[in-house]
């Protein structure tokens, strides 16, 4: 079965940590033990009943939709600190494959008692939704850095839209994911970064990037928001 790259990925989004008002969104998921997760073991499959939402404690997790083609296409990837299968709140089934790309773990919350917590404290609800409109304006990022055609262009912006004040990137996860992640073959990834480094447009220790002029990309400013 032919896996494409991820058609929106949250890897560039930070943690739950606190939203709207300061909530702890974590504090949710406080009294559930940690599930530890295998490299490519899977939280729940497609079609399941969607009983419960996760956040992640440890690792990365992916979602993968199973196609009418036989194509598995990989449409999101959270790490550690994500919420993951949020949208289950509001759907009977699981529309995904949630799977573990590394070692991971996570915490889990049956969709009742989140739903009986938003009743309970707007607060809570508006932290909920601030973090979904973080997480939906990243994939929003991602799908335009992949209509980018010129593979090195869309790597160079990538790049820009991940860095730091001193134009650094440092992957935590492994480079094949981020070639997935961009749409692109790892060959082709790695050929872009390499043709970067030559022309000086980068510099590279494994997976630390610096940018050459640490000029932010509007898509920058668009994940900022």
């Known amino acids: 079965m032919r896996k494409r790259g991820d058609q929106s990925s949250n890897s560039s989004c930070g943690s739950t940590n606190e939203g709207a008002a300061g909530f702890d969104l974590a504090s949710l998921f406080a009294e559930d033990r940690d599930r530890p997760l295998l490299p ?3 939280l ?15 690792g990365h997790l992916r979602m993968v939709r199973h196609l009418a ?3 598995a296409v990989v449409i999101h990837t959270g790490q550690t600190g994500d919420l993951f299968a949020e949208a289950a709140l509001f759907a009977q089934n ?8 590394d070692a991971a773990a996570v915490a889990s ?4 008692e989140v739903l009986r917590a938003f009743g309970a404290s707007p607060s809570m609800s508006l932290a909920w939704i601030e973090r979904v409109t973080q997480q939906l304006h990243a994939a929003r990022a991602l799908i335009e850095l992949r209509n980018i055609r010129s593979a090195e262009e869309r790597v160079l912006q990538h790049l820009r839209l991940r860095a730091d004040s001193a134009g650094e990137v440092a992957f935590e996860g492994r480079l094949l994911d981020v070639a997935a992640e961009l749409g692109l073959t790892h ?9 970067l480094a030559r022309s000086g ?25």
């Open 94 to 101: 699981y529309h995904c494959d949630g799977q573990a790309v």
């Open 69 to 71: 083609s036989g194509e």
């Open 109 to 112: 919350c049956r969709k009742a």
């Open 44 to 58: 729940f499959r497609q079609g399941e009943p969607a009983d419960r939402v996760f956040l992640i404690r440890r």
């Open 201 to 225: 447009a980068i510099s590279r220790d494994r997976r630390r990037m610096r940018l050459s002029s640490p000029v932010h990309s509007p898509l920058s400013k668009e994940r900022r928001q």
């Open 40 to 42: 490519g073991q899977f």
């Open 187 to 195: 060959e082709a990834y790695y050929r872009a970064l390499a043709n």
